[in-house]
């Protein structure tokens, strides 16, 4: 029998056999993976974003969907439809792709907002409304979205209401030299991605995820974790701080990255890793500090400014 550990190890190397050089990318992604959330990758095209999000999909024996986003695509391409059945008489329900359990929504902000908000209930609430229906989605139930920069053309920013539905936001970054090389030649022939077989089931991820919700959190960090998040509502750097869908996201994926680490209890240097990745895309700089630097590298740095004048537990 495979341990949770084992699992969780061999899981990781799986996607770092296509994913080359970016260990720490890998295991965030996991870490939302296990904390029930949402992962937004945001980078400049060509860097890996699709391959992280399909290389982990296909790692789970899971139902999979891939939703190519473009400036025509509609609400009900997403969702699904009522159609009329004229042997029965009757309208029925046509399930759209977001019936999975694991959705790649590639280059998100290349359609319309109002498509874009087709995801706010199902990420938040794990089920879709049509025509006054209620369906309830699959579980476990994650969204891989990924994103050029907004400064690209052809882009439509993520309104806040829809960033705050990501646990995190990551970057890929270019690979370094040899790692680009070992890109090369594996991709010479055929791609990485196609000798990926599933190495966990649903009902492993949804055990992991309960295991999760034990891990520990000392008082003194959940105050700690507050004080950030406070911080960043009375920041004069910031135009908009952190929800407290944000603090229940910086928790739960604390308490993951504990668990991934072998973990029982999260620990100060847990929450301070996870505050940028997971609270850069839900706050906005205030235009008097902007530095003329891209949006994402305001934010961060700005948090950065944050975190040092909050106080860590000893």
Known sequence: MITTAGTLEQL???????????????????????????????DVPGVGKTTLAHTLARSLDCTFQRIQFTSDLLPS???????????????EFKSGPIFANVILADEINRSTPKTQSALLEAMAEGHVTVEQETYQLPRPFIVLATQNPI??????????????????????????????????RQNTLNSPIEHVTPVMHGDDVLRLQREVRDVSVDDSLMDYL??????????????????????????HAAQALAYVEGRHYVIPDDIKRLVVP???????????????????????????????SVNVPL
Do not use: C
């Not at 190397?13 to 939302?32: F, N, P």
């Not at 391409?77 to 309208?91: H, M, P, T, W």
């Open 77 to 91: 391409d997403i969702l699904g439809l009522e159609v009329f059945n004229q042997q029965r008489n009757e309208f």
């Open 278 to 308: 997971t609270f850069a895309h839900r706050i906005a700089v205030n235009s008097r500090y902007s530095t003329g630097m891209r949006r994402t590298d305001e934010a961060e740095a700005a948090l950065g400014e944050i975190l040092k």
């Open 151 to 184: 400064e690209h053309h052809g882009t439509y920013p993520l309104p806040e209401s829809q960033l705050d539905r990501f646990t995190m936001r990551i970057r890929m970054g270019y690979p370094d030299e040899e790692d680009e090389k070992t890109i090369l």
């Open 226 to 251: 507050i004080r950030i998040v406070r911080a960043t509502r009375q920041s004069d750097l910031l135009d908009l701080g952190v929800s407290p869908r944000g603090s229940l996201a910086l928790y």
């Open 12 to 42: 990781q190397s799986t996607i770092e056999s296509v994913i080359h050089g970016k260990s720490d990318v890998v295991e965030l992604a996991l870490v939302t993976l296990l904390a029930g959330g949402h992962l937004l990758i945001e």
